[in-house]
């Protein structure tokens, strides 16, 4: 969100002395008495729209100077288009051609570099911290792996210890550098800040007091599943025990958090009612006018402490979806899916009815997705803690959704209650609206990832 501000000022700074340049003396007036700061103000706006759906609020890693050059390019033709349709509706409230033009050329000069400052300094700022990795097992290995692809998050891995490795094997990019036995030695040449300790088996192979001896000189010793968490923003259930749930001190909801978010949740939920009701109605005859049936979906899902409720969706299905089959998972390309259905799955107008059980409290605009009871019944046998997702409210959008693909297998819901547990552990306020801020993007465009 720091970004954001940031960004706002300098397009804003761009427009203004675009400004300056095509009024001189007389700029003044033209800001405070002929609306000019309201017209670079919706400019503005409409810039900063497009770096939010080019993506750009998401990836803060400037891979390449030129990719980002094309996306703002892209970004300022789509508001030089902005700006000619609002032209159609009302002048007033478009700034003048030469000032676009003065502005776009400077947003294409000075936002890249830019941006690539921005970087740097996060980057430098924060510093880079080496980790040593101790053993092999697959959540290490996929963290590493993460860390290559991500080095804005911070970390670079120097290498992994272990006895069941050959040394010089490359995982992941990086080298066994030896076994557990010449651990004072690798971490003497390899200087790490941190020590990932990523053993599956640890009785009488984990050098304890070494390690002790290691955390009191400062160098920080870390779980694999800790720093999993903090890589892919999700817990991972892999090797997840029972005992690391009970005992951690960090793990939420924490219930000023929940009361919290169940005020603002019925606070938007009010406005997005009203914001939402002509598109709403539109809809509504829509789906009356291109298929048989009720205009309203309704179905039993589960809710807060396993507790049932109904949740109100608009009808994408036929009526008798399920009258032979029974409860099923819906699927990609459903063929149970009515013609105005598709579109309206894919754009989730079908879930703005969703916004009154947020007003009845049932619901809160960020949580995990309720599912069916008798799905419910089914994926808590099969996946562990799949029940600990009810913690909290379910919500219309959530960590999972922008985060993740549609799925309809085990596995994708395995992937989806880590994003779930993960959320449900750091719910807060901050969160709840990084999540929505992000969501716009996901229902128009169907893209996932941070």
Request: hydrophobic fraction near 50%; proline fraction near 5%; include cysteine.
């Amino acid at each position: 969100m720091a970004l954001v501000v940031l960004d706002a000022l300098v397009v804003l700074a761009c427009f203004l002395v675009a400004a300056y340049i095509s009024y001189g003396d007389v700029t003044e007036l033209y800001l405070w008495y002929e609306n000019g700061l309201v017209k670079i103000g919706i400019a503005a706006g409409s810039v900063l729209l497009g770096l939010y759906f080019q993506n750009l609020y998401a990836e803060l890693r400037v891979r390449s100077l030129a990719v980002l050059l094309q996306q703002v390019l892209m970004v300022i033709s789509v508001v030089f288009l902005t700006q000619a349709l609002l032209a159609y509706i009302d002048a007033e409230v478009v700034v003048s051609r030469r000032l676009m033009i003065i502005a776009a050329a400077l947003t294409l000069a000075l936002f890249p570099p830019w941006r690539r400052l921005y970087a740097n300094v996060l980057y430098k700022g924060f510093g880079i911290d080496r980790l040593l990795f101790l053993g092999t097992d697959l959540t290490g290995i996929e963290i590493a792996q993460e860390l290559a692809e991500k080095p804005e998050l911070g970390f670079s891995g120097v290498g992994f210890v272990d006895d069941r490795a050959e040394p010089e094997t490359t995982l992941a990019g990086l080298h066994v550098l030896g076994p557990l036995a010449h651990l004072p030695e690798i971490i003497a040449k390899t200087r790490p800040n941190r020590i990932i300790v990523n053993l599956a088996e640890r009785r009488q192979v984990l050098p304890v007091d070494l390690l002790l001896d290691l955390r009191f000189s400062g160098i920080r010793i870390e779980e694999a599943s800790g720093l999993y968490e903090a890589t892919f923003g999700r817990i991972t259930t892999r090797r997840l025990r029972p005992s690391q749930l009970i005992f951690s001190a960090e793990l939420g909801p924490r219930p000023w958090n929940m009361q919290v978010q169940t005020l603002y949740s019925f606070i938007i939920a009010v406005i997005g009612v009203i914001v939402a009701a002509p598109v709403m109605l539109l809809v509504a005859i829509a789906v009356r006018l291109t298929s048989p049936g009720p205009v309203l979906f309704r179905q039993k899902r589960v809710g807060l402490n396993g507790k049932h409720f109904t949740l109100y969706k608009f009808r994408s299905m036929r009526a008798d979806a399920e009258a032979a089959t029974g409860a099923v998972w819906a699927k990609r390309n459903d063929p149970r899916v009515t013609s105005i259905g598709g579109f309206l799955r894919k754009t989730r107008l079908d879930e703005l009815p969703q916004l009154f059980n947020v007003v009845t409290g049932k619901m809160a605009i960020v949580g995990p997705r309720p599912e069916r009871p008798e799905f419910v019944s089914v994926l808590a046998e099969q996946i562990p803690f799949y029940r600990q997702r009810h913690a909290v409210k379910p919500g219309v959008t959530g960590w999972a959704q922008i985060n993740y693909k549609y799925g309809d297998t085990i596995e994708d819901t395995i992937v989806k209650l880590e994003y779930d547990l993960y959320y449900i552990k750091n719910l807060s306020p901050s969160l709840d609206m990084f999540i929505m801020f992000h969501t716009a993007k996901v229902m128009l465009f169907s893209t996932h990832g941070q």
